[in-house]
């Protein structure tokens, strides 16, 4: 009998990729060879999904290329958003995004196609669809006629236009696109993984990636920056932070936003989430938000030596660019949905089942008794 791996499959690497890596213990993170603390004051979101789809960075006349295309491809098609319509008003984002890209992959003449050309265009469509469906999600609720996409805007104007119904400032809408490219990828998190299993099987993208947002939905996931917002709040204020984790401790709560399997030292993503978390907050007239945050990452590390993930300033970020607390899951989706379509790609371009086994510890040779005797 094989021992099984330790528990939650801590420490196995699993497969190997080209790209992203992760060093947990020095608190590195590299796209493709470039440090994150490279990428993130430099590069846009598409810059990267660029990068991370072809293995080096654009041109500008090729980054130019890149953008224009993608923005073309940005309308949904009509079909999901009649579906989309069809959702309880008080669906979850997550939910209703999850729904709706499986609709999307019902309709895509890609659909079943796997080769390597189809998976590009799909993965087009995908990247540059999943800001319109947010957005479309998320004003059909309100009881509002979803907005056509702008290919003059960026992609990230783009979405704050169609949520909003206006424009957003450059400054927020320049903060929304690196929280996105510090979400791009993350080696192999459950949702990637989630991703790769079902491409694994030569499952097609759509359902991969529907596979994914369900798997970034959890709170132990994605679904933390919404917690650890929430936390903030229920917190409320600065004095409250030492007697409300004093309590969370006590009833043994895990802390939103804090913890990771990977890192041991801090996330590199949290270091620029921080910064953008102080300067936006304080723009924001919501300053005490950044002052908990802070109070509550001195008292996790002196207590606990836990770090913050790139989930929790990435909450306040949200918060102080007004985002709805249940949209802060789909941006996560939105910005990682570059990675888990190369991932497939990836996956696609030289896969092998994923198929690992169970070390059994259940009953054995039991004999079967009739169902009148039991
Ligand atoms: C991310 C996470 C799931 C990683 O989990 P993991 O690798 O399985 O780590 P464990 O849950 O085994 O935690 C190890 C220890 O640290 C503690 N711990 C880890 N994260 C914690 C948190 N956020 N709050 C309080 N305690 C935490 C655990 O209770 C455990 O303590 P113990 O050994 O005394 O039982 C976990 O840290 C967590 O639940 N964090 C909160 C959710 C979150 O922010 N997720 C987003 C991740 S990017």
Redesign the pocket.
């Known amino acids: 009998m094989t021992a099984a791996a330790g528990k939650?499959l801590?420490g196995v690497v699993a497969s190997q990729t080209s790209l992203s890596f992760i060093d947990g213990l020095k608190g590195v993170l590299v796209y493709r060879g470039y440090n994150i603390h490279e990428l993130a004051p430099n590069a846009s979101f598409i810059e990267g999904v660029f990068l991370l789809w072809n293995g080096r960075l654009p041109t500008r006349p090729e980054l130019d290329a890149f953008e224009a295309r993608l923005a073309g491809l940005r309308a949904l098609d009509p079909r999901t958003l009649d579906g989309l319509r069809t959702l309880p008003g008080d669906a979850v984002p997550m939910s209703a995004l999850r729904t709706g890209i499986s609709l999307e992959g019902m309709h895509d003449p890609d659909a079943e196609d796997n080769s390597a050309e189809a998976n590009r265009r799909k993965a087009e469509r995908l990247v540059a669809r999943t800001p319109t469906m947010i957005a479309a999600i998320h004003r059909i609720r309100q009881g509002k006629e979803p907005l056509a996409p702008d290919p003059a805007l960026s992609l990230s104007a783009d979405f704050v236009r169609m949520a909003n119904g206006e424009p957003g400032t450059e400054e927020a809408v320049e903060a929304l696109d690196r929280t996105l490219l510090l979400y791009l990828d993350h080696g192999f998190n459950a949702s990637t993984f989630a991703c790769r299993v079902i491409a694994a099987t030569l499952g097609d993208m759509h359902s991969a990636v529907t596979g994914g947002v369900g798997a970034l939905k959890g709170?132990?996931?994605g679904g933390?920056n919404a917690?650890?917002m929430q936390t903030l709040l229920e917190i409320g204020s600065l004095d409250n932070v030492g007697p409300w984790l004093e309590k969370a401790f006590a009833e043994k709560?895990?802390?939103?936003?804090?913890?990771?399997?990977v890192y041991r030292t801090e996330d590199p993503r949290a270091t620029h989430l921080r910064e953008m978390s102080r300067v936006l907050t304080n723009q924001a007239g919501l300053g005490e938000f950044y002052e908990m945050s802070r109070e509550l990452e001195d008292q996790m590390i002196a207590r606990?030596g836990?770090n913050p993930?790139?989930?929790?300033y990435c909450a306040t970020v949200y918060y102080a660019l007004g985002i709805p607390i249940d949209l802060y899951t789909p941006l996560f989706a939105m910005g990682r949905m570059g990675g888990w379509t190369a991932h497939v790609m990836e996956q696609h371009g030289d896969n092998r089942l994923i198929r690992p086994r169970a070390e059994y510890v259940g009953e054995m040779d039991l004999a079967w008794a009739p169902i009148e005797d039991r």
Not at 253 to 261: A, Q, S, V
Not at 309 to 312: A, E, G, I, L, M
């Open positions: 939650g801590e709170s132990l996931h933390a917690r650890a709560r895990k802390i939103m936003g804090f913890g990771h399997r606990k836990i993930n790139v989930d929790f």
